[in-house]
């Protein structure tokens, strides 16, 4: 190569060169190489991306420019360019995953989709503006778009016709022809250095025009053929999808952008023809009827359909105006059938219960009767006893093992609480271990009952500091530990070290499946086998579980010995089983048909436990099935507080709607349903007796599981790769392992806050209702593109997103803040938020104060429960009159300048008429003689809880005579006296009194003050 070759392949290397480092502002080749690289990740490609890329830019970067020697820089040269080619096998999808004989439907479908998935980033992520491409960019996003629309709806699951195979085969060869395009921009053209290629743009955008006059041709081809496949598995009979879909329709209909008008009218008869059937629908008892079955799956698969067209955002006009007039001819079609069925019923005939056959609704409210009743596990219970107490100095473990269902756990808390136990140890905690257990999280659990600390301060310390207190705390003391569920002796070695024994008699309880793992963790361990239950005492716990205190009508004892028996000696099936049959009418033909039921549902295999927990699954009432299944999105022996888990049911839309009552209150009444049912456990109780967080045992969270999957529901995808066509998607992970695109109509993804986000491929988020990533860094939602999730309900952040004003739909914000945030004035215009939380507090921003000064108005008007707000002056005020209905406010208050009447004053709440529940925390900001006077209630306040205030006894009967009060909470309450001298007409109402750092010497009260209080 003479110097002047060499002189012009140094300028054309140095073009390309050019190409990678200068033209976009972020590099491909790190773009494509990241670590969990989602095409790498879901296609398979088994390239080193860390390693590649360093030798990339290691050649990109190398200062050729001063390379003497021609042969030296060749080298350089060929390597690069191998390197390049080998990059090409990122930009299409590979022919031997096509080809595999494991490829389906589906997966052929989910490997398109997570490709041009790949594809739209790639053209979203890079700055055209210099580019010849700049025009043609935003064209060709749209039409990969239509191809995602496409490939997750019904026209391409239908694989048995020809000409849908022929349209698969055809989408992967054009977005294949995509990726080589692309290919070719980034590595080989250049407007100084074109190198052609076989397919030119504008050919390329013709291969997409006549792609789509296929697929409008094949969707109208699908929509002819009559299907009367009847389904191979049960489903879960709610309508709750078409009461969701509903509402969206609704907000769609008051939509005004062009895009909506075009499709109004469309909209309005599907709303009205789907209000239609779900009204003959809702109270027809499907086992008494299967004859609606499968009416009703029909009804719930067209919701499915519709609900993933009209929101989904890639799904351009011509293609929504197409399917939407195939609904409405199917929609007609089922009308008609169910219009012919009903002339077959006497009137009346089918205005049932929303019970099934014989079952009666639980009292709403209360929770059921609390402690566990423990039979048969007397001696068990006196021998470990002694074994606790016994005279033994050293550290000792014992361990109650047994399988899953025999009452480990029940045994071991009726232990835990014994009086002789809670006298004889100076400290006791219960850990619940767990499978997948994580040290952080039993540190926290233990150190929060057993140290001084406090309960706020803990959970944000580092995990050595955990340790370090935890040890401290126990240091010279007798103390009782519980771990609970315990799975192999791992945890114990991550644990054992903090436990310090000093020859106190302190013990340890394992309660665990396996015999091996106390032994492991200390030959000299105690252990201790459970029993199953005799026929006899299965017979005693279910009559106990079922009646209570009453006797069993004569009719029911061989009936009901006959249940008892089948139970095989489980606790569990028992009280699942007496669960049933307490919900149901004492009659002897419905308890024999639960005889028949479980004679013909139980296997002769090792599952017969199993087979008996999912018969109280069947004899759920259809409401609460999606809401027993929907716990199987939270991760085994979790504690689930009661507030989460409503919001998410409310956001997820599995909540019926009920007149003269709130969504809040209609779950709660669920929940308790559920409880009653023994399927739900409660785990932790509130002041005023209603439930605070609840939990599931580890067998029905299985079965849980299982059912959701078989039924479509929920799939969990939990450290791998998983393709997902069910309707509600879970993930658990804690590695950064790419998830892929869920496709097809039924899903509707709920994100965990444990998972790095920027490993989802983004238009799998589309229907996405709920959005949990409070331990996510805020870089990480600009990255996903939060702001297109305009279907969320709920939404948990570790700050406040910039692009929140898109989420109008949005109805639950928790915010995991640090530090104090500051409440933008969109926040206070989202008209369908009904729940703020801030952990670090939250005060609003000066340009909300701005607004307020001026009387100028905010849209908060379904705003019910805000925590936690700073109040500091008037404008505070005046911005929560715009908030009528608000339920619950947490706050600080300041003392606050009056300026109309030129005084200090406390800030004044009692225009909230609707508050039930206020928590006050003073924050003392002044120092002045004159008194801020006295603060005033609303006065529907039925919990009141006040921290860090001065109050007079004025004060205190002021309160006093609020008329719903039923919780009063004083915490670090200074008293002008202390002598309390109660009065009569104070108090009527209070149910629970709490004093925490408040100094009374004398409470004078005579027989007939607090009538009603119970602790």
Not at 304 to 326: A, D, G, K, M, Q
Not at 337 to 350: K, R, W
Not at 391 to 417: D, F, R, V
Not at 717 to 726: P, R
Request: negative net charge.
């Amino acid at each position: 190569m003479d110097r002047i070759e060499y002189s012009i392949c140094k300028k054309q290397f140095s073009v390309l060169v050019d190409n990678f480092t200068h033209r976009f502002k972020d590099d491909i080749i790190s773009f494509i190489t990241k670590p969990s690289s989602k095409i790498e990740t879901v296609i398979g490609l088994s390239m080193d991306p860390l390693e590649r890329s360093y030798e990339v830019r290691h050649l990109i970067y190398k200062n050729f420019w001063y390379t003497s020697m021609s042969s030296e820089f060749m080298v350089h040269v060929e390597r690069y360019l191998l390197l390049v080619k080998e990059f090409s096998l990122f930009f299409s999808i590979p022919k031997l995953q096509m080809s595999s004989n494991s490829a389906t439907p589906n997966n052929i479908n989910e490997l398109c989709l997570v490709f041009i998935d790949f594809l739209l980033e790639v053209l979203a992520k890079f700055d055209w503006r210099e580019s010849y491409l700049e025009g043609e960019n935003q064209i060709l996003q749209t039409e990969l778009k239509l191809l995602i629309a496409y490939l997750g709806d019904t026209p391409s699951q239908a694989i048995e016709l020809e000409e849908t195979k022929s349209i698969l085969i055809d989408i992967e060869a054009l977005v294949n022809e995509v990726g080589s395009f692309l290919y070719s921009v980034f590595f080989t053209r250049y407007p100084v250095l074109v190198i052609e290629n076989d397919l030119s743009l504008s050919d390329l955008l013709q291969n997409f025009e006549i792609l789509k006059i296929k697929i409008k041709n094949h969707c109208i081809t699908v929509s002819k053929i009559q299907t009367d496949h009847m389904p191979t598995k049960t489903v879960v009979l709610s309508l709750f999808i078409v009461d969701s879909l509903l509402d969206d329709l609704k907000d769609l209909m008051n939509n005004k952008a062009d895009t909506i008008v075009e499709v109004k009218d469309q909209f309005k008869t599907i709303y009205d023809e789907l209000l239609y059937l779900r009204s003959f629908l809702k109270d027809i008892d499907f086992q008494q009827h299967p004859e609606f079955q499968q009416l009703v799956i029909r009804i719930r698969d067209i919701a499915y359909e519709v609900e993933y067209i009209v929101i989904n955002s890639f799904t351009p006009v011509w293609y929504l105006n197409l399917r939407l007039s195939h609904f409405m001819e199917n929609i007609k079609h089922i009308r008609i059938a169910l219009e012919e069925m009903m002339q077959s019923y006497d009137t009346g005939v089918l205005q049932v219960a929303n019970y099934p056959s014989g079952q009666v609704s639980l009292q709403a409210g209360k929770p059921p009767i609390l402690e566990d009743i423990v039979v048969g596990f007397e001696d068990e219970a006196k021998k470990i006893i002694d074994q606790l107490l016994g005279a033994l100095e050293h550290l000792q473990i014992l361990s109650i093992y047994g399988m899953p269902g025999l009452g480990k756990t029940t045994l071991a808390k009726k232990l835990y609480n014994d009086p002789t136990i809670v006298y004889h140890f100076d400290k006791c905690a219960w850990c619940v271990v767990s499978q997948t257990y994580q040290r952080r999280n039993m540190l926290i659990d233990i150190l929060k009952t057993v140290s001084d600390l406090s309960r706020e301060r803990i959970p944000n310390m580092e995990e050595d500091q955990l340790a370090e207190a935890l040890y401290k705390s126990l240091k010279g003391t007798r103390y009782f530990i519980v771990l609970d569920d315990i799975w192999n002796v791992d945890a114990w070695d991550d644990l054992k070290r903090y436990f310090p024994d000093d020859r106190c008699r302190s013990r340890i309880l394992f309660t665990t499946r396996l015999k091996d793992v106390g032994l492991q963790a200390s030959p000299q361990c105690v252990v201790n086998e459970l029993p199953f239950l005799s026929e006899a005492q299965c017979w005693d716990l279910l009559q106990q579980k079922v009646f209570q205190k009453e006797y069993c009508p004569p009719q029911l004892i061989d009936i009901g010995k006959q249940i008892a028996t089948n139970c095989h000696g489980l606790p569990l099936a028992v009280v699942v089983m007496a669960a049933v049959l307490a919900n149901m009418e004492k009659k002897e033909s419905l308890w024999q048909e639960v005889v028949g039921s479980l004679s013909s549902h139980i296997s002769d295999g090792n599952n017969k436990c199993m087979d008996i927990l999912e018969l109280s699954y069947k004899h759920l009432p259809v409401h609460l099935k999606p809401c027993f299944l929907y716990f199987g999105v939270f991760q085994e022996d979790i504690e689930i507080p009661i507030g989460k888990l409503i919001a998410l049911w409310i956001a997820e839309g599995l909540i019926e709607k009920q007149e003269q009552k709130s969504l809040e209150d209609v779950a709660h009444d669920y929940l308790m349903d559920l409880i009653g049912r023994s399927l739900i456990l409660i785990a932790k109780i509130k002041s005023d007796g209603r439930v605070k967080a609840c939990n599931m045992h580890d067998l029905l969270h299985d079965m849980c599981l299982r059912i959701a999957e078989q039924e479509d529901f929920l799939k969990v995808i939990q450290n791998e790769l998983s393709i997902c066509d069910k309707h509600h998607m879970s993930i658990h992970s804690y590695s950064n392992t790419s998830c892929s695109r869920p496709s097809g109509l039924h899903v509707r993804p709920f994100l965990h806050q444990s998972l790095n986000p920027s490993t989802f491929i983004s238009g799998s988020l589309e229907l996405l209702r709920i959005f949990d990533m409070s331990t996510t860094n805020m870089e990480h939602y600009d990255q996903i593109g939060i702001r297109r999730f305009v279907h969320l309900r709920y939404l948990a952040v570790s700050c406040i997103p910039s692009s929140t004003a898109s989420l109008h739909n949005l109805e639950f914000l928790l915010v995991d803040n640090k530090e104090v945030a500051q409440i933008p004035e969109i926040l206070l215009n989202m008209m369908k938020l009904r729940y703020l939380h801030f952990r670090g507090g939250a005060q609003f921003m000066e340009s909300c104060h701005m607004r307020a000064s001026k009387d100028e108005s905010f849209q908060m008007n379904n705003l019910e429960n805000i925590s936690f707000l700073f109040i500091y002056e008037e404008n505070d005020e005046k911005i929560l009159r715009y908030s009528p209905h608000l339920r619950r406010l947490k706050c600080a208050f300041k003392v606050i300048w009056d300026s109309s009447k030129r005084k200090y004053r406390y800030p004044n709440l009692d225009f909230l008429n609707k508050l039930e529940s206020l928590r006050l925390s003073f924050h003392k900001n002044y120092e002045t003689k004159t008194s801020p006077g006295l603060m005033s209630f609303p006065s529907n306040i039925k919990k009141l809880n006040l921290c860090k205030f001065d109050l007079s006894w004025e004060q205190i009967s002021i309160i006093g005579r609020l008329l719903n009060l039923e919780i009063l909470k004083l915490q670090d309450v200074f008293l002008e006296g202390k002598q309390w001298d109660t009065s009569e007409g104070e108090f009527l109402e209070l149910k629970f009194l709490e004093l925490d750092g408040v100094q009374i010497s004398q409470w004078n009260a005579s027989s007939d003050h607090f009538p009603n209080l119970q602790r």
